[in-house]
C-alpha cells in the first residue's frame, strides 16, 4: 500500500471519529462504541475502495453499503458528511424531530444510504438481494455488508450467509465488526458463537480475520475481494471504542451519555492525533 493513501485514509478515519462525537455530543447520548469501531472500514471503503457520486446519490451502478448494524449510523453519516453528500450542519440534528439523521440509518431521510437497517439481523438478506440484482442485471458494481458480532446471533444472518455461498455472489463483501461486546456484555458471556472465520468458510463464503482497525489490512483484504468466484467474508477484529482512550476503556460502552465537555475533550484527543499524522 502507498504510504501516502495509507495518511490519507489514516487521518480520514480520525476525522470520521471527529465527527461521530460531534453528533453525539450535541444529543447527548448514542452507540459510540460500535461507530468508533468501525470508523478504519468507513475510511478505507468511503476513502477509496467503494464508488459512488455524492451529486447523484441513487446512481445505478455505485457500489452500495448496507450498515446492517443501523444503530452505527452515525459513523456513515460522518463520513457521508466529510464527502459532501450533505452539508456538516446536519449532523448537529442526529435523532432530533423532523432530521435526515435518525438514530438508526433509513435511506428515505438520508441523502448516501443505501439501505434502511436496524432490526438486527436483516440487513444481511438485504444486502444479498441487493448484490444479487445488480448481478443479474450485469452491473459492475459490489454491495459491502458491515454486521455485527453480537447481530449474528440472529438466525437470519446465517440462512442470507447460505444462500450467498450456494449462489456464488461474488460482489458481496460481509464484515463482521467482530469487537466482542454486545449490548448485555462480551459476546462470549451472552452467546459464544466460536470460530466465526471458520463457519463462514463452511457456508461456502471465502473467508479471512483480519485487524479491522488496520487501515493497511483493511485496504489489503478490500482491494482483493471477489476474485476466486466466491463471496468474500472479513472478520474484523476490533476494539469497541477504538480511537478514544476512555471509551475503550469504558467495559459497558455500547451506549454512552456524551456530554458537550466530554465531547470537547474527546474531540481535542482526536484532532491532536489527526495533527500527529501531519
Sequence with gaps: MDQNKKLELSKFAVQIRMNIVEQ?????????????????????????????????????????????????????????????????????????????????CDRNKTPGIDMTTGSLGQGSSLAIGMALGDKLKGRDSRTFLICGDGEINEGQFWEAVMFAGAKKINNLVIMVDNNKKQLDGTTEEVLNIGDICEKLKAFGLDARRIDGNNIEELYNSL?????????????????????IVEVENTYANHSMTVTKETGDKWIAELQAEYDRLG
Design 223 to 243: 482491494k482483493e475481494t471477489g476474485t476466486n468466484g466466491k463471496p468474500t467474508a472479513l472478520v474484523l477484529d476490533t476494539v469497541k471504542g477504538k480511537g
Design 24 to 104: 453525539l455530543k450535541t444529543f447527548g447520548v448514542g452507540h459510540i462504541g460500535g461507530c468508533l469501531s468501525i470508523a478504519d472500514t468507513i475510511a478505507v471503503l468511503y476513502g477509496d475502495v467503494m464508488k459512488y457520486d455524492p451529486q447523484n446519490p441513487g446512481w445505478a451502478d455505485r457500489d452500495k453499503l448496507v450498515m446492517s448494524k443501523g444503530h452505527a449510523g452515525p459513523a456513515v453519516y460522518a463520513a457521508l458528511a466529510l464527502k459532501g453528500f450533505f452539508p456538516a450542519e446536519m449532523l448537529h440534528t442526529l435523532n432530533q424531530g423532523g432530521t435526515h439523521l435518525p438514530s438508526h
